[in-house]
């Protein structure tokens, strides 16, 4: 069941005219967010949003949307279109709908339930199979350990471990995340944020075919994926 409106068409690159005369670049970026039951989704997407927090749980049926608008830099605006798909909808055949047209994920666990961190390959699985971005690459896709406010369980102790997870998965990083005492939650959706820019230019310079000398940099360097844990 769709619980709001969004027509999940991401259009990147329009040109707006700003105050000032200038041209402001306009893009419209849809995210998934995604993983087990309970997790902190909805959480995660209210607290970045809204800036609120609830103890209260109530779970998401199929899917719900939010809005987030970024003042980027001086000329790009960026809206991004958060789609809270719910928990139990691994278990449904939705999810091939969901992620249509989408161009970038997270799939978040709960750090004090390692039930939750084993289904994470089962999403990041669910993902690559149903969508790619046009260029046949994998949507760029953060690892979330929500709930770091409270005490952890299993491999998430593990800092190297969790790297080489990361990696192993096609993660392109991984944070540890407090939706309720706002932790990294901005960090992680810039940090998300950034690489779809990089592979929004980089397809956009391979359509127009202006230099095909130039280098592509939005390749995931090789090494160790990227991580910035500010706390926990
Ligand atoms: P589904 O919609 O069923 O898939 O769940 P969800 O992933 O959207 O989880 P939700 O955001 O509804 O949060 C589940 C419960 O965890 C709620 O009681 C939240 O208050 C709690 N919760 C979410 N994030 C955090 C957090 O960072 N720390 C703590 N302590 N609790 C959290
Ligand atoms: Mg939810």
Redesign the pocket.
């Known amino acids: 069941m769709m619980n709001g409106s969004a027509n999940g068409r991401v259009s990147t690159g329009s040109s707006l005219n700003t105050a000032g005369g200038g041209e402001k670049k306009e893009h419209l970026y849809k995210i998934l967010v995604i993983?087990?039951?309970?997790?902190?989704?909805?959480?995660?997407i209210?607290r970045y949003v809204h800036q609120f927090?609830?103890?209260?749980?109530?779970?998401?049926i199929g899917v719900d949307f939010a809005l987030k608008v970024l003042n980027w830099d001086a000329d790009t605006l960026i809206r991004l279109q958060l789609w809270?798909?719910?928990?139990?909808e691994r278990f449904g055949n939705m999810t091939r709908v969901y992620y249509k047209e989408a161009v970038g994920a997270f799939v978040?666990f709960?750090v004090t339930r390692a039930s939750t961190f084993e289904a994470v390959t089962k999403w990041k699985n669910d993902l690559d199979s149903k969508v790619q971005l046009p260029d046949g690459s994998p949507v760029p896709c953060v690892l979330l350990a929500?709930?770091?406010?409270?005490a952890k369980e299993g491999l998430v102790n593990n800092t190297s471990q969790m790297d080489d997870f990361c990696k192993e998965k096609g993660f392109i990083g991984w944070y540890e995340?407090?939706?309720?005492?706002n932790?990294n939650i901005d960090e992680a959706a810039r940090f998300l944020v950034t690489r779809i820019l990089e592979k929004d230019r980089a397809m956009q310079l391979g359509d127009d075919d202006r230099d095909k000398d130039r280098v592509v940099l939005d390749k995931p360097a090789p090494g160790r994926p990227e991580r910035k844990i500010n706390c926990c």
Not at 53 to 60: C, E, G, I, V, W
Not at 84 to 88: E, L, N, R
Not at 146 to 150: A, G, H, L, P, T
Not at 177 to 181: D, V
Request: hydrophobic share 25%; proline share 0%; aromatic share 6%.
């Open positions: 993983g087990e039951l309970g997790t902190g989704k909805t959480s995660i209210k927090f609830s103890q209260h749980y109530r779970a998401t809270d798909i719910a928990g139990q978040v709960d929500n709930k770091c406010d409270q995340t407090s939706a309720k005492e932790i």
